[in-house]
């Protein structure tokens, strides 16, 4: 089993073989696909392989940014710790996908970087196998100079730049420029661009290396991480952006932590908020308890003053209300079975009369409460009752159609009237002096039984004589009442008008001036 295991795409095959080769040259014992044995097992090989390794290393190149292969074994070795990740020239920070475009990513051919990572990992080639550095196989073809480029950079990093200057009428020529402009190695274009300074191909390097700043700085505000920034800083510490990637660092590190402190303070006033909430709800439900022990207005209204808007605030406010109208209650009438349609006094105010869905009235004594009769023989709902001026007799007018006479004293009915009206009698009403006593009802109907034209009656008090009919509403005459003097009586009906009534002339009257 090898100690490292080399994950990349087929296309840049020839980039994974060269970098085998450099690491095997540090005495290190590579693993990749290409060595793969006819009828092994693809899958197998590989995962056994990946797994005994001690170092991963994952090489981003356009290809492998998008294999499901490649990203996979990156997974896998991230998760046991020990990935290493490197790129082509053509692949910037930008282009690695999640969540490794945040790892330093070295240049696949910086081999002292990734041999120093892989050192990192504690993965020592034994002694035996250690074997002196050399310089990796040319990739391209190279001019003479280029070749005394290569040992210069070597020697100038034992020794000092001096011996590359002792070459620089070798090096400087546009052969080795071709060379130095393809590599993907800024320490050899950054050594020529020096070396060379003042020099047609040594300007020509200065500008390639602005270029390549620039466009690194731009991958970094793309990515506008940290990450990213630290990592131009990494290739360019004093490129023409390092000023602008240090003050974004900070300004993003102050962002990050000033948007920590927002949140750790959202959540500490929400624990208060909370905190808060339970305390009242505690006290809403003490102060509860508190106010039905005592049970009186004042300890709901007390209850209320504290928690207005409390679990209990609706029920309190009830239980005050109730309370409140008791307080204003003298007593109440029970008896009838249905809904009570309508009410009056007696004219001495010491009896009541009712008029129920029961079909029943009913007279009540008004100082005790009591029902002291029932008077029966409607067919239908009682609609409307009246007492007579002197209080000996009741009318009553009832959704069969009738109106009835009572004696009030007995509670029986001395006349029921039929054959007046057409409809239910909703209202009825006895004249001052007794004489006379009106009734409503509906005399015309439409096809939906919308009444269109109520009926006014007026009749001698104790007989079946009519004397007269009115029918100037357009609808129901839903209230009847007489004058004071007995001359006039007054309707109100929903047609939204109400009409006065001359009882002499039984004609409408008409308002001055109209």
């Given at each position: 089993m090898a100690d490292i295991f080399i994950s990349y795409s087929k296309a840049y095959r020839a980039l994974t073989e060269a970098l085998a080769k450099d690491l095997e040259a540090c005495g290190h014992t590579v693993w990749s696909d290409t060595g793969l044995l006819s009828g092994e097992t693809f899958r197998e090989v590989i995962l056994r392989e990946l797994d005994a390794a001690k170092a991963v290393i994952v090489i981003w190149s356009p290809a492998s940014v998008t294999s499901d292969w490649v990203i996979s074994e990156a997974t896998r070795a991230k998760a046991q710790g020990k990935l290493i990740t490197v790129r082509s020239a053509d692949v910037a920070h930008g282009d690695i996908p999640p969540p490794f475009d945040v790892l330093h990513t070295d240049l696949v051919d910086n081999i002292e970087r990734i041999d120093a990572a892989i050192a990192k990992l504690g993965v020592v080639p034994p002694p035996s196998a250690a074997r002196p550095r050399v310089q990796a196989a040319p990739r391209k073809p190279e001019s003479t100079g280029w070749r005394w480029l290569a040992a210069a950079l070597?020697?100038?990093?034992?020794?000092?730049?001096?011996?590359?200057?002792l070459l620089k009428k070798d090096v400087c020529t546009a052969a080795d420029w071709g060379q130095i402009k393809a590599s993907s190695n800024l320490q050899f274009v950054r050594k020529f661009a020096s070396e060379c300074k003042g020099e047609r191909y040594g300007e020509l390097a200065d500008e390639?290396?602005?270029?390549?700043?620039?466009?690194?700085?731009?991958?970094?505000?793309?990515?506008?991480?940290?990450?990213?920034?630290?990592?131009?800083?990494?290739?360019?510490?004093?490129?023409?952006?390092?000023?602008?990637?240090?003050?974004?660092?900070?300004?993003?590190?102050?962002?990050e932590e000033a948007a920590r402190r927002k949140a750790e303070d959202d959540r500490n006033r929400a624990e208060e908020k909370r905190r808060l909430e339970a305390e009242?709800?505690?006290?809403?439900?003490?102060?509860?308890?508190?106010?039905?022990?005592?049970?009186?207005?004042?300890?709901?209204?007390?209850?209320?003053?504290?928690?207005?808007?409390?679990?209990?605030?609706?029920?309190?406010?009830?239980?005050?209300?109730?309370?409140?109208?008791?307080?204003?209650?003298?007593?109440?009438?029970?008896?009838?079975?249905?809904?009570?349609?309508?009410v009056t006094f007696s004219p001495d105010g010491r009896f009541a009369l009712s008029g129920s869905w029961d079909r029943t009235l009913k007279l009540w004594d008004v100082h005790t409460g009591q029902a002291l009769r029932t008077f029966t023989g409607h067919m239908g709902y009682v609609w409307s009752v009246a007492f007579s001026p002197d209080g000996r007799f009741a009318l009553s007018g009832s959704y069969d159609y009738t109106l009835k006479f009572w004696d009030v004293q007995s509670g029986e009915a001395l006349r029921t009237f039929t054959g007046g009206h057409t409809g239910w009698v909703s209202?009825?009403?006895?004249?001052?002096?007794?004489?006379?006593?009106?009734?409503?009802?509906?005399?015309?109907?439409?096809?939906?039984?919308?009444?269109?034209?109520?009926?006014?009656k007026l009749w001698v008090a104790s007989a079946s004589e009519e004397l007269a009919e009115f029918t100037a509403h357009d609808g129901d005459v839903t209230s009847l009442a007489f004058s004071p003097d007995g001359r006039f009586v007054l309707s109100g009906s929903n047609d939204k008008t109400l009409k006065l009534c001359d009882v002499s002339e039984w004609t409408q009257v008409k308002p001055s001036g109209k």
């Open positions: 070597v020697l100038a990093a034992t020794i000092g730049g001096g011996y590359f200057a390639q290396l602005a270029r390549r700043d620039k466009a690194a700085f731009a991958v970094a505000q793309a990515a506008n991480t940290v990450a990213a920034f630290e990592a131009y800083l990494a290739e360019w510490p004093l490129g023409a952006g390092a000023r602008d990637a240090r003050e974004r660092i900070a300004a993003i590190n102050e962002q009242r709800r505690k006290a809403d439900a003490t102060a509860w308890v508190k106010a039905e022990a005592g049970g009186a207005i004042s300890d709901w209204k007390a209850y209320l003053a504290a928690f207005s808007a409390g679990e209990h605030a609706q029920e309190a406010k009830t239980k005050v209300a109730a309370r409140e109208i008791a307080k204003r209650l003298v007593r109440s009438f029970t008896g009838h079975a249905g809904y009570v349609w309508s209202s009825v009403a006895f004249s001052p002096d007794g004489r006379y006593r009106v009734s409503q009802s509906c005399a015309e109907r439409d096809a939906y039984q919308n009444c269109i034209k109520g009926s006014i």
